[in-house]
């Protein structure tokens, strides 16, 4: 499974974002896909999770209430709405899919629950 994340920006704190992971070859139909960010001189943190039935969804705690993830199983694709962005929100952002076999929700939150990543994209917010 290839992944292919877009839609970084240069925003100012307050403004909106919508991020977006094209997903192509083999994937499982039960799958979870996520999104991941890093910050310089941060470890790898788990943003949002969702499973292509959308029936679980999961936030990180600092994401709840400005951030959604979407996806659209016809098409492949993830998507991040990033609402209310602050400067802390700054990182490079990755997707990510767990392409065979189910995840545990409790689960979804480390890095290696997944097998495949995209190139990520980077998100600054800043005045």
């Known amino acids: 499974v290839q992944l292919q994340a877009s839609g970084g920006g240069l925003v100012q704190p307050g403004e909106s974002l919508r991020l977006s992971c094209a997903a192509s070859?083999?994937?499982?139909?039960?799958?979870?896909m996520a999104w991941f960010r890093q910050a310089p001189g941060k470890e790898r943190e788990f943003v949002a999770g969702?499973?292509?039935?959308?029936?679980?969804?999961r936030y990180a705690d600092s994401v709840k209430g400005r951030f959604t993830v979407s996806r659209d199983r016809e098409k492949n694709m993830m998507y991040l709405q990033m609402n209310s962005l602050k400067p802390e929100d700054t990182a490079v952002y990755y997707c990510?899919?767990?392409?065979?076999?189910?995840?545990?929700?409790?689960?979804?939150?480390?890095?290696?629950?997944?097998?495949?990543w995209g190139q990520g994209t980077q998100v600054t917010v800043s005045s």
């Open positions: 990510a899919i767990r392409s065979t076999g189910r995840v545990v929700v409790s689960a979804w939150s480390s890095a290696l629950s997944y097998d495949s």
């Open positions: 070859g083999r994937t499982f139909s039960g799958n979870v």
């Open positions: 969702r499973d292509s039935n959308g029936y679980s969804t």
